[in-house]
């Protein structure tokens, strides 16, 4: 049951072959045995949880369920849901109990499903390793000894480790890919603005976008069903129709351009991550699809212009953590000032801090035209690069994440080498686009444990229902998105 | 250009985060390794390229002007921090929230 499909647990349901209660009972019964170990939930809340399994049973009783009534579902400690612990992986937000209910939230309510708990992140989801969460790192299921990625960490793992049948992620740039290529699942990021942001824990805001990580492409689009729609409390939202991001999964892939862009597979690349890609699209030219080379020269920009934008935005969004109306306030202070600088510099971890110095300074008087102004200049460039790459392909692919897992402890004290874990995945932030990670093999580490090797796959503006479809036929023909880890039956 | 840890005590201040002088080192070490990274960027020219701010040329939408919200107050103020210095009570006072006092 564990490794059902999305689609086969609907149907068990449907068919009164399992309840919902059920169904949640044995991922809480899993969470109970594993997590202790793994750290992939922060926050679980059982009665919430059976109340909604029961609830979601009533419903398909009276007969009518939504493909996801009584199915459980992760969500990362990013989205408010109302009643629950919402931290954001942050001492800052460790007493924080939602007033109200993300846009995301409310969604996977509308069509009951079932909250299965908050899941472990990043620190306001600023890193790619799961280790700035003030709850703790998150265990990589496939080797304990090494991270999942981050920031969505808890997520992924709880997806890979079979703790839940589906979760939540969300990507500013790169935090649903890099985690899936790391832990072996598919994971998606929509076009930005197709999920709303309302209730999701800002960061980047020009960035941010929430979107699935679950074990196929199947059942990323029938997540997508739930979690994309127009919003009108998000100003970013956009307006467009409902759509059905399974429509196109049965297609097949004859005559698909795959854009191949030689700056993501030129230095920097793992070996043996690189021989796994290209026996993946080695697969698709089986599968018919034509394979073009095209380039995006300012790949390699991508990442000085992200940390100037991306902490610009944080420091921003950031500033409303002052210790006045909700979050840490510090226990002694004598005035204002004080009460701020000691409730932040206690509230927020090492690489937040970091982040908000950065952005407060490259906006700081006189600095705005060398760093903001230029960095959303060649913002425009890379936005331009995949514009015209996308003159001769249907998708581009690539790496997600330059290597696979690695060792816990191994990059927390450089920064920089952490960031370039993104090298693949920040352009498509920043130009907007959507883009996802599908499992693609395996790469043997040195101490000759088998990890997780993620296919990227990126489309162009609200192309994701074509993504999957190119997704979901690799998977046809593969079965790397269902292996699981061993010894966690 | 290269920071000097008055430049990290003055954006720390700026950004509301007190630093003690050890931490103030450290930071220092650690953004100018960021910063010499986003220096990448000065070798390109971008002279006439219009900046990108969102990736979709959309504007802002615009509603009708009235009450689309209900006084949630009681539910917002439920989270409000501790106060402090002493107090384990909660920060807020009659529907207020408690700070110190900033004007005499």
């Avoid at chain 1, 980047?204 to 689009?221: H, I, R, T, W």
Wanted: proline share 4%.
């Amino acid at each position: 049951m564990i490794n059902s499909s999305l689609k086969a647990l609907g149907q068990m349901l449907a068919k009164k072959e399992v309840s919902s209660v059920e169904l949640t009972q044995t991922f809480l019964n899993r969470i109970d045995a594993l997590n202790p170990q793994i750290n992939a939930y922060i926050a679980l809340d059982k009665d919430k949880t059976l109340a909604q399994a029961k609830a979601a049973d009533v419903r398909i009783a009276a007969g009518n369920a939504a493909p996801l009534t009584g199915i459980p579902i992760a969500q990362k400690d990013i989205f408010c849901a109302n009643g629950w612990k919402t931290t954001c992986g942050s001492k800052m937000l460790a007493n924080f109990v939602a007033p109200y209910d993300a846009h995301v939230i409310s969604q996977f309510d509308a069509a009951g499903a079932v909250n299965l708990g908050k899941t472990n992140m990043d620190e306001f989801a600023m890193g790619s390793s799961n280790e700035t969460s003030y709850f703790g790192g998150v265990k990589n299921p496939w080797d304990f000894t090494r991270v999942p990625g981050g920031s969505s960490g808890g997520s992924a793992a709880a997806v890979a480790a079979r703790l839940c049948a589906a979760a939540t992620g969300t990507d500013t740039g790169g935090s649903i890919r890099q985690p899936a290529s790391l832990c072996g699942f598919t994971g998606l990021k929509p076009t930005y603005g197709v999920v709303s942001r309302y209730g999701m824990i800002a960061f980047a805001s020009s960035l941010d976008q929430a979107g699935p990580m679950a074990k196929s492409a199947e059942d990323c689009a029938l997540m997508m069903n739930v979690m994309a729609g127009f919003d009108e409390r998000d100003s970013t939202s956009l307006q467009r129709e409902k759509e059905d991001y399974t429509r196109d999964l049965d297609k097949p892939l004859h005559g698909l351009r795959v854009g191949l862009p030689k700056e993501f597979f030129a230095e920097g690349l793992d070996a043996n991550v690189g021989k796994v890609v290209e026996t993946a699209i080695a697969e698709y030219k089986k599968l018919g699809a034509e394979i073009v080379e095209v380039s995006l020269p300012n790949t390699g920009l991508s990442i000085p212009v992200y940390y100037v934008l991306a902490p610009a935005e944080a420091s921003s969004n950031l500033s409303r953590y002052d210790g006045v109306r909700y979050g840490h306030r510090t226990a002694e202070y004598d005035d204002l000032m004080e009460m701020y600088c000691k409730s932040r510099a206690e509230g927020f971890g090492a690489e937040v801090k970091r982040r908000i110095l950065i952005g407060t300074y490259v906006l700081s008087a006189g600095y705005y035209d060398a760093y903001y102004l230029k960095a959303q200049q060649i913002r425009r460039l890379i936005a331009q690069d995949f514009a015209e790459a996308f003159k001769h392909c249907d998708v581009i692919m690539g790496p997600a994440a330059p290597s696979t897992a690695f060792k816990a402890g191994e990059k927390v004290d450089d920064p920089v080498a952490m960031y370039l874990q993104d090298i693949y995945t920040i352009s498509t932030n920043l130009a907007g686009l959507p883009g996802m990670s599908i499992p693609a093999g395996f790469s043997a580490s040195s101490d000759g444990k088998a990890l997780p090797v993620g296919l990227q796959i990126i489309g162009n503006y609200f192309d994701e229902a074509r993504m999957l479809n190119v997704a979901h036929q690799y998977q046809q023909v593969t079965d790397w998105h269902t292996r699981m880890p061993e010894g966690l039956a | 250009m290269a920071l000097s840890i008055e430049d990290i005590k003055k954006i720390a201040h700026l950004a509301r985060i007190q630093v003690s002088e050890s931490e103030a080192s450290a930071t220092l070490t650690k953004l100018t390794g960021i910063m010499a990274l986003i220096e990448q960027m000065q070798a390109v020219d971008t002279q006439g390229i219009t900046p990108m701010s969102h990736s979709q040329d959309v504007v802002q939408r615009l509603r009708e002007d009235v009450v689309s919200k209900t006084n949630q107050r009681e539910a917002f103020q439920k989270v409000a921090p501790v106060l402090g210095n002493g107090s384990s009570e909660q920060a807020v006072d009659g529907g207020l929230y408690l700070v110190p006092k900033v004007i005499e």
